[in-house]
């Protein structure tokens, strides 16, 4: 034995620690949101605030929201979030404003997401607004936003030695028999332009559709490929092939699929940080 | 009564912690209860207190703040009075050694009760005479080393009492630890009800949730998933929790091509909103020493297909009743207790409901009625007065003797059993 021992190490002491208050959220299956949070008693106004964490240089736009709080029945403050407030694309922050102060920024209590799972939009609306709230890896309050119009929903992607089949829906653009599907070369910003687009044929009715990527086909062509849908073609509206409609905030390291061994290259679809679905062409070692 | 429970870092996250919290909080609307922690790594506890409860450290190791005590010599000094066999003895020390000692020869508690086998002998040692001493065993007892029991079947004969989370592990120490005089008693570890509605069993969801450790046989839920597939496409499953074995995991549910219907969701808190996205809970463990997540999910109203292995699933499900036991390692007979689940709406239906009624045993409050009424038991057995006491002290030496006696001929016995291998 050595006189000199390790120094303690306690299990949890990387865990994070969530600061107070706390915000209980409770989702609808329209996609709107309820929040709770102990009343501190304050005199005056409070609001829940909502603040866009800018990504984009430009940040135009509206990057603030302000829901009032109001007093619920069990002696806490409620706040609504319906779907019909339009949330821009991207990650807002949760804060309680009390306005004699800086805002506050809140910690997830109980987010009780179960009429988002396997949530299925009647489809009658021309976009579908998607909100799921999330604990961040520093333990604060964030809700996830997506707007699109029209969208992709992908289900099962089945994947065999040839290729991989995405099974979905369409929402907001029916399909017409000039619908094809894409495959984008994704390129870093400001360097020249990739490779041309892939051309993906494209099936389906009444709100499904369908389609086939043969790995062969991108066996010359390692790189990162988004998937878009053209339901009615070249001239109408696109849409992102993506995985919105459950509760899972981060579909990145949860719905993770094989790569397929094609000749000099590995092939495989990942959802990508804003769980749209791409292709991973690697080379294979 | 002052209740006093002595824990190992009553500010991290662990099952032990939650339930000492739970517990506390729970005594504490009729009792004065503190809860002292060897430890304090970060300024406030994770779980929830109560306010009435009073939490307070021995030892600050909080890097970068004044009371940081690291750095003390005696806290590279290996630990003495701390069972040299148990699982933390290299995190234990001469400091806390030191500071359990002094706290227990002073603690003005009426009842001081440990929740880890070292922090037990402390108390079976140390404590002043007066207190009750009580010791939690959170694991089982065929968990410890040769060497754990043998140094705590020394020294337990001390204590007034010690409880286990299940009956199977009380009858274990009862009959293989000689504790003379101790009274033993199964004490489920309370789970409070969920802070959502309970489930309402329309979702296509088996859930599951544990650390991903080779001891919860998550290999095997995935195999019986690829059975259930077979049959019910339409249901998948969520395992939650993080762990070693996900790689490993992984690979098998990309192996089976289960990508579309298993998923490992990571960790999640607090877990009560992931089960009641789902209509059947799964426990397929090899070993479980209590069987915490088969009682949270059946508070969230999820009937659990479990395996039927030690200790605890037997003693929470009602077989048939509230949920399903298959044998243990079996993938066919899990997969085919899931699909009765699965097919049969009604009979699903009806066990979700009786979850919910049969899981209310173990609410905080039925719990901490049963420690209350251990505590009152056991100080009438020695109460204060002369002849009481004389009686305390004389059964606790007498155990002690005969604990020591047994701990001496293990000693002898291991020194053989060396030889003979040497």
């Known amino acids: 034995m050595t006189a000199l021992l390790p120094p303690p190490l306690p299990d949890e002491v990387h865990d994070r620690v969530p600061v107070e208050p706390r915000a209980d959220c409770v989702a609808d299956s329209a996609g709107g949101l309820t929040f709770d949070l102990a009343d501190l008693g304050r005199p005056g106004a409070a609001y829940l605030l909502l603040r866009l964490r800018e990504r984009q240089p430009h940040g135009a736009g509206h990057t603030e929201t302000r829901l009032p709080l109001t007093p619920a029945a069990d002696g806490r403050l409620r706040a609504v979030l319906p779907s019909s407030v339009q949330l821009a694309e991207g990650r807002w922050d949760v804060y309680a404003d009390h306005g004699d102060a800086a805002p506050r920024r809140l910690a997830p209590g109980v987010n009780d997401l179960r009429s988002l ?30 707007h699109r119009a029209p969208h992709a929903e992908a289900g099962e992607l089945l994947i065999d030695g040839a290729g991989l089949t995405v099974r979905g829906r369409l929402l907001g653009a029916p399909l017409t028999p000039a619908g094809y599907a894409e495959l984008r070369a994704r390129t870093p910003e400001g360097d020249s332009p990739g490779q041309a687009a892939r051309r993906v044929e494209l099936g389906g009715s009444g709100g499904e559709f369908g389609l086939t990527v043969g790995y062969a086909e991108l066996a010359d062509a390692p790189g990162i490929w988004d998937l878009w849908l053209l339901p009615q073609g070249a001239q109408g509206p696109q849409a992102r092939v993506a995985r919105l409609l459950d509760d899972v905030a981060d579909k990145k390291p949860i719905f993770t699929y094989p790569a397929v061994r094609t000749g000099p290259v590995a092939v495989g679809p990942y959802y990508t940080r804003d769980n749209d679905l791409s292709l991973r062409v690697t080379e294979a070692g | 009564m002052h209740i006093s429970f002595l824990i190992h870092n009553a500010y991290g996250i662990g099952g032990t912690i939650r339930t000492t919290y739970n517990l506390a909080n729970t005594l504490a609307e009729q009792h004065d209860v503190e809860v002292v922690s060897v430890y304090r790594h970060r300024a406030e506890p994770v779980f929830q207190v109560d306010p009435r409860v009073r939490v307070r450290h021995l030892v600050d190791i909080r890097k970068g703040t004044p009371g940081y005590e690291g750095d003390s010599p005696e806290y590279r000094r290996p630990a003495h009075a701390f069972p040299r066999a148990e699982g933390r003895f290299h995190q234990y020390n001469a400091l806390t050694d030191r500071r359990i000692a002094d706290h227990l020869a002073t603690a003005e508690a009426d009842v001081l009760v440990g929740t880890r086998p070292g922090l037990n002998v402390h108390i079976a040692r140390q404590a002043r005479r007066g207190p009750l001493r009580v010791g939690q065993e959170h694991l089982t007892l065929d968990s ?11 020294v337990y004969p001390r204590l007034d009492a010690l409880t286990t989370t299940t009956e199977a592990d009380a009858a274990a120490y009862r009959s293989k630890m000689r504790l003379p005089g101790v009274r033993v008693d199964a004490m489920a570890n309370p789970v409070p009800a969920p802070g959502v509605a309970p489930a309402d069993g329309t979702g296509k969801w088996v859930v599951a949730a544990g650390r991903l450790a080779p001891v919860k046989r998550y290999d095997l839920l995935i195999r019986a998933f690829d059975q259930v597939r077979a049959q019910r496409p339409d249901w998948r499953l969520r395992i939650y929790g993080g762990g070693k074995q996900k790689d490993r995991l992984r690979a098998l549910i990309d192996e089976l091509g289960l990508y579309n219907h298993v998923f490992l969701m990571g960790p999640a808190h607090p877990i009560d909103p992931e089960w009641a996205k789902g209509s059947i809970a799964a426990v397929t463990s090899s070993l479980e020493s209590f069987g915490m997540t088969i009682v949270e999910a059946m508070r969230c109203g999820l ?120």
């Open chain 2, 303 to 422: 009937p659990v297909v479990a395996t039927d292995c030690p200790h605890g699933p037997g003693e929470i499900i009602d077989n048939g009743v509230d949920g399903r036991l298959v044998p243990v390692g079996d993938v066919r007979a899990i997969a085919g207790g899931l699909l009765e689940l699965i097919n049969d709406d009604d009979k699903r239906g009806r066990m979700s409901a009786a979850a919910l009624v049969d899981s209310q045993r173990f609410d905080p409050a039925r719990i901490a009625e049963r420690y209350e009424s251990l505590f009152t038991d056991l100080t009438a057995r020695g109460p204060a007065g002369p002849l009481g006491r004389f009686r305390g002290s004389l059964h606790r030496t007498r155990g002690a003797m005969l604990g020591g006696a047994y701990a001496v001929r293990d000693a002898g016995r291991t020194a053989l059993r060396k030889g003979r291998t040497a």
């Open chain 1, 117 to 146: 799972v396997d949530r299925m939009p009647s489809g009658t609306r021309p976009h579908i607004a998607v909100r799921i709230p999330y604990a961040t890896k520093h333990g604060n309050l964030t809700v996830r936003a997506w």
């Open chain 2, 144 to 154: 410890h080393s040769t060497a754990l029991r043998t140094q705590l079947r020394g």
